[in-house]
């Protein structure tokens, strides 16, 4: 019985000390650009260590497909995870999903509206 307790508490405290280390990412600002077609985004994320903690991938979908996906060893700051733009087909109306995963725990999902002119450019939690 003394072993189990012990167990027990020691996989509570492990998850503890991970939850309280881990956090989904904070927001995704992103905006479609119609001039160049091209799907912008950076996903925030603060992080203390960005080479042990990081968004492992960020996921577009158009239409309930995936269309795009980026796989990460490592984030670019402390801050955020940025990355090259995503060459992509999209009309003024139509929309994207853009999925962020961290490596360690959670997720965030946002759409992001194609929209004519300087109305496109918007920033999204």
Avoid: W
């Avoid at 072993?3 to 600002?29: E, R």
């Avoid at 905006?31 to 992080?47: A, C, K, P, S, W």
């Avoid at 853009?98 to 194609?114: F, L, M």
Wanted: aromatic share 10%; charged share 25%; hydrophobic share 40%.
């Amino acid at each position: 019985m003394k072993k189990l307790f012990i167990g027990t508490f020691a996989a509570a405290f492990f998850c503890a000390i991970l939850s309280a280390s881990a956090n989904p990412p904070n927001a995704i600002d992103g905006f479609y650009d119609v001039g160049r077609g091209e799907l912008n985004i950076t996903v925030q994320h603060m992080v203390n260590d960005p080479k042990t903690h990081f968004i492992k991938e960020v996921i577009v979908s158009k239409d309930g497909k995936e269309v795009a996906k980026k796989e990460f060893a490592f984030q670019t700051s402390h801050r955020n995870q940025t990355m090259p733009p995503f060459k992509l087909a999209a009309q003024p109306g139509e929309s994207f999903k853009v999925k962020a995963e961290c490596n360690i725990y959670g997720s965030r999902e946002v759409s992001i509206d194609v929209k004519e002119g300087a109305e496109n450019v918007r920033k999204l939690n």
